[in-house]
């Protein structure tokens, strides 16, 4: 358990960390990549749900973690769902405008 | 082929009911012995459903009565016992026809400890007002209402000058029937061929239906409703009214127009998909696959149909995701069928109206019937005289 603790729970959030580092970075060049015409305020709602994505995972996996599964089934299919909901619209929201302009 | 089929279904459907009532007779009073058996008590019956019961091995008799009411999906039968000074001392839930998570909401509450130790002289149906089960008003409300009649069947025998007086049967007309019948008037003007604003006046039902009849009332129309009609269990008129006026006004207009009203404009789940196939820029499913759906949904129907007439059960077939959605009530297979339609009907248009709902093969079905009988009707109607030979030759009207 001592290295347990000591050397693996530090290396996976390091790990964790270091996944997250690089898909903040990269975001800008997924929406060039994807011709979005970014900016600030959708930059803001794609944190947001991102954040929220993140929340609703964690919340989720800690649940079943401490051994209550079913709560973190239950909390993971509804917040995945509403992630899921909020996603597609957010995605609507971010091409509807990019397409307005290239016309 | 379709109407062959439509005849088989018909014939299993009625062969389905007859059976389920013989089979419900046989199984009457099995209940009664099954709690009661003879080795510890010994009824003496005083007329159908009440009895003077004896523990074996005790001085004091007790009274033992049954009422029936209707719950949210079909009939409850409860026993009621009554101490010999004429309090409740035990009520318990016989069988019951009822969507099995509602049912096991009161379960799990002190629900029916709520009516130990009452006088019967009281209305003991009232206890549901105060002491009812969140999220299973109409299975508890049936429950005290089936022990007020249980009760009042022993005390008109046993003790009369204690028997409660009668409830009064008022007529409930509120706000949810008035917004249900704005819906079917709003639904039936936006038929109208002439108008403008029509695909307004569209969305106007449906978001109203969503809003109403889905999250705020949770009442849309369901396959267990019409199940527990079609098995007998037709709830008193005056407490139920909106379901009345939500079957009898979809079937009246759908026989008149052959347009189902509450399948294009009033659903809430289809308020609730359109929504979400709105946000998603949902496409129509693609077609090759249309028919064998057609069939899979009107098997599923019918399957559900036949079990809940065969089992006298209405909620035992029950596969709709209504309550799952409105009311955040049912199995984890319901919350898993509803996830799925949830984020299928974001990317294909009205996934649970087009494969799954058990409505619409219904309304088919009727609707099936009424164009035979139409065509039939055409075909008998006598023909004018100019163009029969015969009639021109022989008719003494002539």
Known sequence: ?103 | MDWALALFALLTIVAAWWGGKQRRQIHQNRHIATRYPDSLYRLASHGKGLWKVFPKGKKEAFYLATGKAQGYAGGLKVAVELAPEGRIQKIQVLSASETPSYLSKIYQSDYLEAFRGKACERNISRLAQTDGVTGATQTSRAIARAGEQAARRITSEFFPDKTAPSPTSRVKFGIQESILLLLFALTLLSWLPRLAHKKKLHRICLYGGLIFLGFVYNRPLTLTQINGMLAGHWPQWQHELFTYILIFATLIILLITGRNPYCSSICPFKGFQDALGNLGRAKTAPLYNRRLWTWIQRSLAWGAVLIALWTRNPGISDYEVFGAAFHLTGSRIMFLLLGIITIVSLFIRKPWCNFLCPIKPVASFIKLFRYKMIRTWKNTKPVKCSENAFCSSSCSQR
């Open chain 1, 1 to 103: 358990m001592f290295i347990i603790d000591l050397f693996l729970k530090p290396v996976f959030w390091i790990i964790m960390g270091m996944l997250y580092l690089i898909m903040i970075y990269s975001a800008r060049y997924w929406a060039q990549d994807l011709n979005l015409q970014m900016n600030w305020w959708k930059w803001l709602l794609s944190a947001a749900w991102f954040i929220l994505l993140s929340l609703s995972l964690a919340g989720g996996m800690t649940l079943i973690g401490e051994g209550e599964t079913q709560a973190g089934l239950y909390f993971l299919g509804l917040f995945l769902l509403i992630d899921i909901i909020l996603g597609v619209g957010l995605w609507r929201l971010i091409t509807m405008k990019s397409k307005k302009k290239r016309v």
